[in-house]
């Protein structure tokens, strides 16, 4: 049976061209997968955010390198093999678009890192501490101790609140007096209030009065703490022991 010369000719030729490819494509994978890695490390991604990335990147290349060789040995029917393969995915896109967006928004989460594990936030009428970010959900701790998982699709469309963002919040309190009694000064609540415990010396505390009605002036008294429940106990305490004739609650 004679050999057709042209056929082996062209099909070394392909392989050649195909192995220049492969070769290229791997050496391309790992240098665009350590760039990247390296990027996000200087971005200070999280550890499995960027081994994820970089491990994407590096399919994505190795992908582009299969098309390529692909093309290379089918000609013709690489457009009729591209075209299935763009159904299939639009079909399971289409299936699958839920994952994929919640996906998407896990990695855009981790790296953004708008908020990170041990934050208190709040989202979608829930509030809580962040416990896990995965790539799908994000799981919230309440303060009922209850467990509230967030799909990461929620975070792109929804307002997100950061709690613990800055390192102190505002606080408030209405100190009511007797209007007929002496007239208190402002001076000695906010002396009062700094030597609390856990009231943040700046900004100071500051005293407003709001209303005199009823025989009583209602005074706003509001100052800034990193932590707000512990603080507000101790200036209860410490406006209750300096004005024993005053009335404090809670603003």
Do not use: C
Request: aromatic residues 8%; hydrophobic residues 50%.
């Amino acid at each position: 049976m004679p050999i057709d010369t042209a056929l082996v000719l062209d099909y070394a030729t392909r392989t050649f061209w195909a192995l220049i490819v492969v070769i290229v494509t791997l050496l391309l994978a790992r240098v665009v997968r350590r760039s990247s890695m390296r990027a996000l490390t200087r971005a200070r991604a999280q550890a499995n955010v960027t081994i994820l990335l970089g491990n994407l990147v590096q399919v994505a290349m190795l992908t582009v390198g299969v098309l390529i060789v692909l093309a290379i040995y089918t000609r013709d029917a690489f457009g009729w093999i591209l075209g299935s393969f763009s159904v299939v995915g639009i079909v399971l896109g289409l299936s699958l678009q839920d994952i994929l967006k919640n996906f998407i928004a896990g990695i855009w989460v981790l790296v953004e890192r708008r908020f990170r594990i041990g934050d208190t936030i709040e989202v979608d009428n829930h509030s809580g501490v962040v416990e896990e970010i995965t790539f799908r959900t994000t799981l919230l701790r309440t303060m009922d101790a209850q467990q509230v998982i967030v799909p990461n699709g929620t975070f792109m469309t929804n307002s997100v609140v950061n709690l613990t963002r800055f390192p102190t919040r505002r606080a408030s309190l209405w100190l009511i007096v007797d209007d007929a009694s002496k007239p208190i000064a402002a001076d000695d609540v906010r002396t009062t209030l700094r030597e609390a415990p856990g009231v943040a010396k700046e900004p100071p505390p500051s005293v407003e009065l709001r209303s005199v009605s009823g025989g009583k002036a209602r005074y706003l008294v509001t100052f800034w703490t990193a932590e707000r429940d512990a603080a507000l106990s101790a200036a209860v305490a410490a406006l209750r022991a300096r004005f024993p004739q005053g009335e404090v609650t809670s603003g």
